[in-house]
């Protein structure tokens, strides 16, 4: 469906993009995730057309669209400030791009409606002007005007990320809905972990202009290709020379020479039936509580481990606690002592 080969994006002297390499299949929601300034907006906007690039072809549906003009892409963007027009009604704001293609009134008007349900609009809510209508609402219209043309492809750049952190899961769960509904093939920027594991098909982890890691959000979280993957996708301990020790003790391929991670879920505590299992004594330095699990602070190993346990409501430990760490090899994700640490 979508193709980016080779692509390279400099500003004067920097280059901003690396040999960028993607295949987006037909109605996959394929993320782009990174810290700020790693490149994912940057491909964004070299696809829609908004910026040239300095080498590398676009390809839409085999067709090289690199040098087609940015309204004849026949691509939706919503944008992170959704660039409605603030003093035209809701429906004026759809009808836009149906309006510049000279479609008839009569045509338009179904479009919109049409849409408008679609994304749980109401006929009175199309009457009002934008700036009368919340965050979560002005969102609905960003993406109704974006798909009420049909286009191909839709583009979000961070479209949830001005809104409060509960209407952020609440829409979220509504995008993805839209997106399997309509089966448009998207492309969401992000730089949060979580929105983008929920969402996504697949997602690619940017990094310094260069792409990391393409994968599943399982692959991406369980089978983290680089060290920087690693350490930017969700919380993870990286374990001591103590605790590594006592691990090649039990699995003698582990190499005591690279830097070695576990998950938070995958250290348990006082799990005496699991076999083939390092275990060590710690202390409970602290914990948070948040209902379905309990997040705590062990020392073991001559380092603070946060462990992830699901809460029975039975086996809930205190501060100043003793308990038995137990560790699987098979859990750790292990990589070269020279590659860069990230900083996530």
Known sequence: MIRLENIVVKFKDFTALHNINVHVKEGEFFTFLGPSGCGKTTTLR???GFIEPAEGRVYVRGEDITDVPIEKRNIGIVFQSYALFPT??????????????????QEIDEKVRVIARKVDL????????????SGGQQQRVAIARALVTEPAIICLDEPLSNLDAKLRVQLREELKKM??????????????????LTLSDRIAVFNKGVIEQIGTPNEIYNHSATEFVCNFIGDINRLSDE???????????IDPAKHHYIRLERVHVND????????????????EYYGLYIKYYVEAGGQLLKVMERNDGVHIYEPGDTVTIGISPKDLMSYEATETEAKA
């Open 46 to 48: 070299t696809l829609t």
């Open 88 to 105: 035209m009604t809701v429906y004026d704001n759809i009808a836009f791009g149906l309006k510049v293609k000279k479609l008839k009134k």
């Open 122 to 133: 109401t006929d009175e809510q199309l009457a009002k002007a934008v700036s009368q209508l």
């Open 179 to 196: 997106q399997r509904e309509f089966g448009i093939t998207s492309i969401y920027v992000t730089h949060d972990q979580e929105e983008a």
């Open 243 to 253: 605790i590594v020790k006592g691990l090649a003790g039990i699995d003698p391929s």
């Open 272 to 287: 005496t039936e699991s076999e083939n299992t390092f275990r060590i004594s710690g202390q409970v330095r602290d914990r």
